[in-house]
């Protein structure tokens, strides 16, 4: 069942998404050749203690950190460790906030010194879906009109959608209805109504879109090696239009 927001439940959401963003911006600054992703998970759970916020993916069906750090040819997932960050390395940092019990869910890519240009253009491609995506986000409008917005500008470009994981609705709980695929036809799915919310997330392979999920249980890859990027925001549809509630 897809549950619509009071606008009071996503001026709730807006504070969480606020927290949410401040602090993966903060993260994506400390990246630099060198650093472990252990210390951003660290620094990242001393900010949310700060924010009076709780993590919302430690604890989750048994995920160990607050930080997803996703590298190179790993989608999601990746579990923060004593990895250290090399140069021309790519990583992925999605972090979900629980404030006064609603969630909000971010991700971004960010290059580690150097990085390049093909992977300079994943990281653009990608980021761009999702905002094609978020304007597709309004009243009258389907789900698989966002799906396909996100495909269409991916595939143009000679990148994969994965298309084993998708985005979700959102709000009391981290994962709600509908599923947002990052590939589908126009007109298809779930009208969108005012008051849902939804995470969009695109989830982009250089290469081929299979996946498998490493012996952590957690870490989703490539099949091919080849790199991926993740961007994520969650988004309100709302009589006057999209609206980034993962903003800051």
Not at 13 to 29: I, K, N, P
Not at 46 to 55: I, K, N, S, V
Not at 123 to 147: C, N
Request: hydrophobic share 40%; proline share 4%; with cysteine.
């Amino acid at each position: 069942m897809i549950v619509c927001k009071s606008a009071a439940e996503i001026e709730k959401m807006r504070q969480s998404g606020r927290v949410t963003r401040q602090v993966l911006t903060e993260t994506a600054q400390l990246v630099r050749p060198g650093v472990t992703t252990l210390e951003l998970d660290r620094f990242v759970e001393r900010r949310l203690q700060e924010f009076g916020a709780q993590p919302a993916f430690k604890g989750y069906r048994g995920y160990p950190n607050c930080l997803c750090t996703s590298v190179n040819d790993e989608i999601v997932h990746g579990i923060p460790s004593h990895r250290r960050l090399r140069e021309g390395d790519i990583v992925g940092l999605d972090l979900g906030v629980v404030i006064d019990g609603y969630y909000s869910d971010a991700a971004l890519t960010v290059p580690v010194g150097e990085i390049s240009e093909s992977l300079k253009k994943l990281l653009q491609v990608t980021k761009e879906s999702v905002a094609l995506a978020i304007e597709e986000a309004r009243l009258g409008h389907r789900v698989g009109d966002l799906s396909a917005a996100i495909q269409r500008h991916v595939e143009r470009h000679g990148f994969s959608v994965v298309r084993d994981l998708c985005g979700h609705g959102i709000g009391r709980q981290l994962h709600e209805e509908p599923q947002v695929p990052n590939f589908g036809r126009p007109g298809h799915g779930p009208a969108l109504k005012e008051g849902m919310v939804v995470a969009i997330e695109a989830m982009v392979n250089a290469g081929d879109y299979a996946m498998r999920v490493a012996d952590d249980h957690w870490t989703a890859l490539t099949v091919d090696g080849s790199y991926s990027a993740h961007f994520e925001d969650v988004v309100a549809v709302t009589r006057n239009g999209p609206e980034i509630l993962t903003r800051i």
